[in-house]
């Protein structure tokens, strides 16, 4: 059987093999491992295997979570960054106990985050989601309506518009993979040519992490390749 930490070094090649592909440097791709399901035993196994970041999906979950692993490691870095669906109404632990912020597809809730981020803890890390698969999901900005928002938000104090992020419908067959991730590389630059300071393409998940890198990614977002199937999952939707 294969341990989390024998998974994670896997994972890890597979991203240096697909960014030597692509002709990038080995450490300009960052590894995000989505512990979203799973417990704090399974990142602190993460961590003793040398993995820092974390992405978490729901909320309470994660805020369990990330005061079990600071009970068990105390004094230990870790990043945690969110990449759910957000309410309006639950902004402040968001904007309290993350360092990024992957989800943000309105302003409302931008400005939230910006009020309420703890100016002692610096700047909240931002990506806005852009929604590349059209009617098939609700959540993301409109493509179209991308350029306003990305100009709003970094203007709000409190936050780093860091780039964009993006979770393509499902495409099993490869050669297709990389279409979305081409676009939100496009539209990366498009901001960056507006003036806009952006380094950080959050794309790839398990299923096509080698396609987002091959695009460009700059942090890939990987669960299930590193801590397996999930037992359930609320969906993203
Ligand atoms: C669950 C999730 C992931 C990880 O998905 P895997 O297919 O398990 O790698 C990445 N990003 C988001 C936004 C997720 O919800």
Same mark, same amino acid.
């Given at each position: 059987?294969?341990?989390?930490?024998?998974?994670?070094?896997?994972?890890?090649?597979?991203?240096?093999?697909?960014?030597?592909?692509?002709?990038?440097?080995?450490?300009?791709?960052?590894?995000?491992?989505?512990?979203?399901?799973?417990?704090?035993?399974?990142?602190?196994?993460?961590?003793?295997?040398?993995?820092?970041?974390?992405?978490?999906?729901?909320?309470?979950?994660?805020?369990?979570?990330?005061?079990?692993?600071?009970?068990?490691?105390?004094?230990?870095?870790?990043?945690?960054?969110?990449?759910?669906?957000?309410?309006?109404?639950?902004?402040?632990?968001?904007?309290?106990?993350?360092?990024?912020?992957?989800?943000?597809?309105?302003?409302?809730?931008?400005?939230?985050?910006?009020?309420?981020?703890?100016?002692?803890?610096?700047?909240?890390?931002?990506?806005?989601?852009?929604?590349?698969?059209?009617?098939?999901?609700?959540?993301?900005?409109?493509?179209?309506?991308?350029?306003?928002? !990305? /100009?709003?938000?970094?203007? *709000?104090?409190? $936050? %780093?518009?860091? #780039? +964009?992020?993006?979770?393509?419908?499902?495409?099993?067959?490869?050669?297709?993979?990389?279409?979305?991730? !081409? /676009?939100?590389?496009?539209? *990366?630059?498009? $901001? %960056?040519?507006? #003036? +806009?300071?952006?380094?950080?393409?959050?794309?790839?998940?398990?299923?096509?992490?080698?396609?987002?890198? !091959?695009?460009?990614?700059?942090?890939?977002?990987?669960?299930?390749?590193?801590?397996?199937?999930?037992?359930?999952?609320?969906?993203?939707?």
């Amino acid at each position: 059987m294969s341990t989390i930490s024998s998974k994670l070094h896997d994972v890890e090649a597979t991203i240096r093999a697909a960014a030597e592909g692509a002709g990038r440097a080995p450490g300009s791709v960052r590894l995000l491992a989505v512990s979203k399901t799973f417990g704090a035993d399974a990142v602190l196994e993460a961590m003793h295997a040398g993995q820092h970041a974390f992405g978490e999906n729901y909320l309470q979950e994660a805020l369990d979570k990330i005061e079990a692993v600071a009970q068990a490691a105390p004094g230990e870095l870790v990043e945690w960054h969110f990449i759910g669906p957000i309410q309006s109404n639950k902004t402040r632990p968001i904007a309290t106990h993350f360092a990024w912020v992957h989800s943000v597809d309105r302003l409302k809730i931008a400005q939230r985050l910006s009020e309420q981020r703890p100016p002692e803890l610096g700047p909240l890390n931002i990506c806005l989601q852009v929604n590349v698969s059209g009617e098939a999901s609700k959540s993301g900005i409109a493509e179209d309506e991308l350029p306003e928002l !990305a /100009r709003q938000v970094a203007a *709000l104090p409190n $936050l %780093r518009l860091r #780039g +964009l992020m993006a979770i393509p419908e499902p495409e099993s067959d490869p050669a297709k993979q990389r279409a979305p991730f !081409a /676009r939100m590389r496009g539209l *990366l630059e498009r $901001l %960056r040519a507006g #003036g +806009l300071e952006l380094d950080t393409l959050s794309m790839g998940m398990s299923g096509d992490l080698e396609a987002a890198v !091959a695009e460009g990614a700059t942090i890939v977002r990987i669960g299930s390749a590193i801590f397996g199937a999930r037992h359930y999952d609320k969906g993203n939707a």
